[in-house]
């Protein structure tokens, strides 16, 4: 099984609200990573997360926070968002291993659109 | 620094027919190399990877060859259906320190007309 799951499918939200992103696998899987991806593009690493640590931040704006509460689950907490943060969310995991490349796994992904 | 070059799309293509899409890669290293599908309004699913130079990759009929002297991972398929329409990257990966990152081609779109 390679599966990882994420919700909502679709968000819809204003400037001025706060929501989060969720996304879990069942893989067993210790390294879990964000994505944005605009319309035509290839995914943009956000952030990425080792054994519940954070271990890379693209640089990414201070109102995107990530939270890992444990090795199966990702939140991306999102509060006063612009309108050029419109795009979809990916979520990915792999098994995280200095010794081999790991592969990444995607979910399908949350569509957000901010008013 | 490590990129991927993919063949510039879209491809329109009839029902039955052989597709190639090329990919390109520069790397730092001995990458592996991925490719992944997208079809729309979805997320993205692995379709096939290799770890080393002459290894093949292979799923659902797709085939990509790693060749290390062309630096190439040309993704083939030798008669595509309509449900092929997809949007297909080419990725890297590096091992060690760097094993978090996937560098991405630009996509290829792929239209598949009956």
């Known amino acids: 099984d390679t599966e990882v799951t994420q919700t909502p499918k679709h968000l819809v939200m204003g400037m001025t609200n706060k929501k989060s992103l969720k996304c879990e696998q069942h893989?067993?899987?210790?390294?879990m990573y964000w994505y944005k991806q605009k319309a035509k593009k290839p995914p943009e690493l956000m952030f990425v997360?080792?054994?519940?640590?954070?271990?890379i931040n693209e640089s990414v704006p201070s109102r995107f926070s990530p939270e890992c509460p444990n090795s199966s689950l990702l939140n991306l907490h999102l509060h006063a968002l612009q309108p050029e943060d419109s795009a979809l969310y990916l979520c990915?995991?792999?098994?995280?291993?200095?010794?081999?490349?790991?592969?990444?796994?995607f979910g399908p992904g949350t569509r957000l659109t901010v008013l | 620094g490590n990129s991927v070059t993919q063949m510039e799309g879209p491809v329109t293509l009839s029902e039955e027919a052989f597709l190639t899409i090329n990919c390109t890669y520069t790397?730092?290293?001995?990458?592996?190399l991925f490719w992944y599908v997208q079809y729309p309004g979805e997320g993205l699913q692995l379709l096939l990877k290799?770890?080393?130079?002459?290894d093949k990759g292979s799923n659902k009929g797709f085939e990509a060859t790693y060749r290390k002297e062309t630096t190439s991972f040309h993704l083939e398929k030798g008669s595509v259906q309509v449900s092929d329409s997809a949007v297909y990257f080419c990725?890297?990966?590096?091992?060690?320190?760097?094993?978090?990152?996937?560098?991405f081609g630009k996509g290829t779109l792929l239209t598949v007309n009956p």
């Open positions: 990915a995991s792999s098994q995280d291993s200095s010794d081999w490349v790991d592969t990444q796994y």
């Open positions: 790397a730092t290293g001995y990458p592996s």
């Open positions: 290799a770890t080393k130079a002459d």
């Open positions: 893989m067993g899987h210790r390294a």
């Open positions: 997360y080792s054994y519940e640590k954070l271990s």
């Open positions: 990725a890297l990966s590096l091992s060690g320190g760097s094993n978090y990152k996937l560098t």
